[in-house]
């Protein structure tokens, strides 16, 4: 079943966004990124997003970085509670030197309140949003949507790409475990 919550809200803010970035292409793509895996290596964030977009999407390592450079994503760091404590603050700092470093490039980071409000670093965002659960009805209609949005996803990067990145079963599967497959429990 679904999870309800902060997840849920953002696979939510994710679909809407990337229905404008099919619309028009000079809207930014809304990519997911699990940050709890960030700390294993803890790099700084670029070079972390670059090949988490490269291993769980097969796009390009120089395709990355050019999207990333150019402002073609749009952020979504999920899991900030998830990062190793020894780490959390670290990472915050890294988010904060990305956006410092790319004109304070607008993005969408989750973490549990409780385990936000207790790092010693914050993040320099223009607002923050508390979510309540969401019902398990919502929550069950959310993970459809977030089933159609991977693969949804898999061709706007396919289409970005001028094919040279294919929408391939296996990006599209990629697509779906990895940005949405968290929201099964």
Known sequence: MPRIGKTALLLELADKLLSRAEQNSDHPIP????????????????????????????????????WFENGKLLLFLDELDKVALEHRAKCVQEINAYRS??????????SRAANYAALPVKLRL??????????????RKL???ALITSIAAA???????????????????AAFRRLYGSTIT
Do not use: M
């Open 31 to 66: 990519v997911i990124f699990n940050l709890s895996s960030w700390s294993a290596q803890r790099r700084p964030l670029v070079e972390w997003l670059v090949d988490e977009l490269h291993t769980a999407y097969d796009v390009p390592l120089a395709i990355g970085k050019t």
């Open 101 to 110: 470093a790319h004109g304070f490039v607008p993005l969408v980071v989750c």
């Open 126 to 139: 223009h607002g923050a949003i508390e979510v309540k659960p969401h019902s398990k009805i919502a929550s």
């Open 143 to 145: 993970y459809l949507s």
């Open 155 to 173: 061709f706007v990067i396919g289409f970005l790409t001028g094919g040279r990145v294919q929408a391939t079963p296996r990006l599209r599967s």
